[in-house]
């Protein structure tokens, strides 16, 4: 019988992945929670004084800003033609599936860059990464000034594509780094945002300016600025915790066990509820309230944080090793399905990019300054689905966990989706059979563009934050394969969608579309239904594979 605290070992088997205990509704654990709040950290901030999660909330919003600007940027530079399609044909003397080639090569290089670029960020640093990016942006862009045909439209597209792939995935682990389980819905969602907001606004921009490559000048500056700024203000947060540092939902139970056995003792009266011992594991005092908490190692001055490579908090790991882990995540039914929900976002995102200069110059007569104002529409409905899959999702989760008696189920994110569900194959009708019937541009451009931008921008942290909170030991592999996948769809849909139309036709390339988007947003409910016992099943590998070494272990 435990009676002195010590630890109750806790079986793997008790323990499946994606099932926490984020709000202590007795407040009888000794964690560190949120301010006097219920809410459990997860995960609990490390004693090391420069810890990512110990950061004050003003440095912590500074860096996430500085990540969100980023992104941004990088989702202009490889949205924002769109309108000069219909000009890039006739001064090129290309086709238009020469310029979906081109827009393939950029999905191509983002999935290539995840892969690439994921274990190089954890070896020698987040910060090395993003400012190798900028300064592919600015060579990207510098190309396009004197691009002469379509050639260095694929050549700029895959560089762009490349140095934007950690916009895809580096600038989420980015913010797992700093922010907690409570909060992972919501800053996703405005990481997701950033993405929508710069894919959309990039063509409305581009549409007022004197050319297209004025585009390209106002880029370069662009991005000369911003590596500055990051130069003397982005800061590292790589950190590479150890397994022993990740035991959170371990300690939680072992608490747990050891209260449920000393309480069971005091019932029967083997021992005294008065023994000091056994007052602290049934008084449930925060551990924080013994006094102030002593903290090790030391703080980093402002120059040491400005390093450009990191060596010390970095992954100890081969870089060969953190290259094919993700691969390993395969069989995992979360990771396959967000990858192929996420996916699908790109596929509108692709139909929008290569279609509306066609549509609204042909059917609507816009010329390219309108056309490119009608990404004004998706951008709007892009807030809006932020706010429904980032803080109502949050929001929620946490209901359901307090209902729950304070147990998150990573199923609890899914929900919402319905939601998104509805409104995604909404708007592909009003997009598509709206504008093939010429019917009043505000169904195509209102209805159709902003429901899908609502569906794209909410949809994705829905399922990368079901994706991390399942498997929270793999996030950053999980969340490779997942953009991988995604990027791969992206590629394959944005190459054929040319002569898919060509072939077909809008009308039933629309309708088609529709019963795909019902598909694959409707297999929520699958997981809604049998996801825990998905993680079940998975759970064994997953501790498996969850050790930093597999599979040379």
Not at 237 to 264: C, G, H, P, W, Y
Not at 497 to 519: K, Y
Request: net charge negative.
């Amino acid at each position: 019988m435990v009676l002195s605290g010590e630890r109750v070992p806790i079986d793997h088997d008790e323990l499946i992945p994606g099932t926490v205990h984020l709000v202590d509704v007795a407040h009888n654990l000794h964690i560190q929670r949120k301010g006097e709040s219920d809410i459990i950290l997860q995960p609990q901030p490390l004693k090391n004084v420069n810890d990512p999660l110990r950061w004050s909330q003003r440095k912590k919003n500074l860096q996430f800003l500085l990540l969100f600007i980023w992104s941004f940027f990088l989702a202009v530079t490889v949205n924002w033609s769109g309108p000069f399609w219909t000009e890039w044909t006739e001064e090129f003397n290309c086709t238009y599936d020469q310029l979906n080639v081109s827009s393939a090569l950029c999905f191509l290089f983002l999935g290539l860059g995840c892969l690439f670029l994921q274990p190089t960020a954890m070896k020698l640093g987040r910060r090395f990464v993003y400012l190798t990016c900028t300064l592919l942006a600015i060579v990207a862009n510098a190309i396009g000034i004197n691009a002469t045909n379509v050639q260095y439209l694929m050549a700029i597209n895959a560089i762009s594509g490349f140095a934007a792939a950690p916009v895809d995935s580096l600038v989420e682990i980015s913010s797992t780094d700093v922010f907690f389980t409570h909060e992972r819905a919501s800053k996703l969602s405005w990481l997701v945002l950033a993405l929508y907001f710069g894919s959309d606004i990039g063509p409305v921009v581009a549409g007022y300016l004197p050319d297209w490559r004025w585009a390209f000048r106002l880029q370069v500056i662009i991005f000369c600025v911003l590596f500055v700024f990051q130069l003397f203000l982005m800061e590292d947060s790589t950190f590479a915790r150890k397994d022993e540092d990740e035991l959170t939902e371990e300690n939680i139970l072992e608490q747990m066990r050891s209260r449920e056995i000393v309480l069971s003792a005091v019932e029967s009266g083997v021992v005294s509820e008065k023994d000091n011992k056994i007052k602290h594991i049934i008084s449930g005092a925060n551990s924080e309230e013994s006094g102030e908490e002593e903290l090790e190692g030391t703080k980093r001055g402002y120059w040491k944080s400005m390093q450009l490579l990191e060596l010390e908090f970095n992954e100890r790991r081969p870089w060969h090793v953190i290259f094919i882990r993700p691969f390993f995540m395969i069989s995992f039914p979360a990771i396959i399905w967000g990858g192929i929900s996420y996916g699908a976002q790109m596929m509108w995102l692709s139909l929008l990019a290569t279609t509306q200069s066609e549509i609204y110059t042909t059917y609507y007569n816009f010329s390219t300054a309108s056309t490119g104002l009608t990404n004004l529409a998706p951008l709007i409905g892009s807030f809006f689905g932020m706010l429904y899959g980032g803080p109502f999702v949050d929001w929620l989760s946490i209901k359901m966990a307090k209902r729950n008696n304070g147990i998150l189920e990573a199923e609890f994110r899914l929900w919402p989706t319905i939601g998104v569900m509805v409104i995604n194959a909404a708007g592909l009708l009003a997009y598509g059979l709206g504008s093939v019937n010429v019917e009043p541009w505000p169904l195509s451009v209102v209805v159709g563009q902003g429901f899908l931008g609502f569906a794209m921008s909410s949809s994705g942290p829905i399922t990368m934050t079901y994706a991390i909170e399942c498997y929270p030991k793999l996030a950053s592999e999980g969340l490779v394969l997942m953009l991988f996948v995604r990027n791969l769809i992206g590629t394959g849909f944005t190459w054929a969608l040319q002569a898919w139309l060509d072939h077909n036709g809008l009308t039933v390339v629309t309708w088609l579309m529709f019963m795909l988007s019902l598909v694959i947003n409707g297999a929520f409910i699958i997981f809604i239904i049998w996801g825990k016992t998905f993680r079940k099943m998975t759970r064994s590998y997953y501790y498996k594979i969850s050790n930093k070494n597999f599979p040379f272990n």
